[in-house]
């Protein structure tokens, strides 16, 4: 007689040794990741969308490259800001409330900015932006260390980073054609309205591990064996549900900025900061700054932009994957964590300071080889977030990766400003290529000598 199979959460418990003999593990974790995988594409088509639109909108808005830059770098400014706050208010109500709010909200920034006239209100869309986009990533993390074991945690961040170059890689011939056939802010009102309509499936689909209907016994028990986080969430929130009940108010989280003081002193936090400040830095001149490097600088047409344009985020998007399934692997070969989460982040660096080799190339083929490889080479360096997820205090995942996100998104602010300058002043993109480069070579740096062993933080 065939032993009873597990059909859903209330199916009686196992233990993980008979679970893994006689139940078929439920698969619900890779629908959540495919509902990260969306969200985290629409969110970098609607922080992107501005870089496609530059050429033709500075055009008409009177925008030159200095002040361009400016308005690139307002998102980060709040979305910077924002970090702690939306780490705190996860931590407080949770992924399913956070993330619907901020992709709704974000979304109708976006949608908002296809309607401005004027510098002033497109700079103040970009900060409504950033602000709205500042919980994304820490949610992120957090569904991954919820549903995934640690040894499936690169390959779960690889999958959902991976939308931040496949929707922009594919997506990019047509929103070039789009805005070619009925101009610039055409662009914002597709993929605004496509986020705010994405963010209602989200509220609709999404679930802890221990609601969700498709997610059996079996699964649970090897979440919680591998280290996710299931049992911990489920047993906090009985906790937090029980001490409200009996009227006591101390129970609700809270947020005490001594933590966040003791957590950016840990060299591991700051070592991975860093770095990803680096990385973020290649990331965001292909976000900001790459359409109008190929039409000013190799004087490419709309349509030859939009075919170049493809190639340096489909090369991305294979890095991001190799690096989370190269970087899992060794893990389960029984290297340690410091070797399997380190190795790809500093290899990819040190190959992504090659951006600097397109200022010696006149083929624009041989350029587009070139960050081609560079971007790649950033893609496989995008794993900071699973070491966030390594190294953070129990319950404080949420602040990490706001602590986190907003050091390394100090990028966004400061690359924008720092390549506009440039081009400003010199006319030219050589030297910014330049500044890129030497960044990754500090992020490598930083890898190595100072984040140390990747283990959890312990907080007195």
Partial sequence: MAPPVSTGRDAPTLSSTSAAGAVRRSKARYRILGLLAVGTMINYLDRTVLGIAAPQLTKELGINAALMGLVFSAFSWSYVVAQIPGGVFLDRFGSKLTYFLAMTLWSTCTLIQGFVGSVGALFACRLGLGAAESPCFPTNSRVVATWFPQHERAFATGTYTVGEYIGLAFFSPFL?????????????????????G????????????????AANRAELDYIEAGGGLAKHERKAAKEEAAAEQAGDKSAKKGFDWRLAGQLVRRRQLAGICLGQFAGNSTLVFFLTWFPTYLATERHMGWLKIGFFAIMPFIAASIGVMFGGTFSDWMLRRGYSA??????????????????????FVESNVTVIVILSIAFFAQGMAALG???????APAGMLGLTGGIFNLAANLAGIITPLVVGLIVGVTGSFVWALVFIGVIALIGAASYIFI??????????
Wanted: zero cysteines; hydrophobic letters at 55%; a positive charge.
């Fill in 385 to 391: 977030w699973t070491l966030v997820s390594d190294i």
């Fill in 176 to 196: 070039f054609a789009l805005m070619g056939a009925y101009g610039w802010r055409s662009l914002f009102y597709v993929v605004g309205a496509a986020g705010i």
């Fill in 338 to 359: 410091n070797v399997a989460r380190k190795l790809p982040i500093i290899a990819g660096l040190l190959l992504a300071s090659t951006i600097i080799l397109a200022n």
């Fill in 451 to 460: 984040v140390g062993d990747i283990k959890r933080i312990e907080l007195v």
């Fill in 198 to 213: 994405f963010g209602f499936i989200w509220w609709f689909l999404y679930r802890e591990p221990h609601e969700h209907p």
